[in-house]
């Protein structure tokens, strides 16, 4: 068993820095952006990936629940809890494909367009509120930076 010193010393040598790890800054931020997402849209019944699911619907019409799920950077299982959700509010409407059976295709209810439509604007002053201590390059630039972070493939190693 290591003594208080040792730790200590493994600790400082290791370099590991909580404050300025940058997964954690990440998750606070992230963090963040929900606390944003909840106080823009109180009231709400929906979270942000299902809002996210919602807009997407709206800007690209039909589309299958896989690629709705790989467009929204989501998992099968997440896509799958979303679009559920989605279901029981009545806002999307869920049919097989024509083509391929094995496909479920997705579309906004006039419900959902509506719904959708109406929070737009408040969705985007969440995103507003989530840059506002930087200027506009600042924001510009981190927008720039977590884009390329988020798209790129992890490491396996």
Known sequence: MFDRKAQEAAYRESGYDLANHPAHLVRRVHQRATLCFQQVMAGES???TQFAALATLLKVGEISQNHLGRL???DPSTISLVVRKLL????VYRSSSDTDQRLTILRLTDKG???TIDRLGR????GQR???????????MLLDLLGRIADRDVDPA
């Not at 029981?88 to 806002?91: A, D, G, M, S, V």
């Not at 969705?123 to 969440?126: F, L, N, R």
């Not at 989530?130 to 510009?140: C, Y």
């Open 88 to 91: 029981k509010e009545k806002l």
């Open 123 to 126: 969705s985007a002053e969440v």
């Open 130 to 140: 989530l840059l506002a201590p930087l200027n506009k390059a600042e924001q510009a």
């Open 46 to 48: 929906l979270s942000p």
């Open 72 to 74: 929204t950077a989501m």
């Open 113 to 115: 367009a509506r719904y």
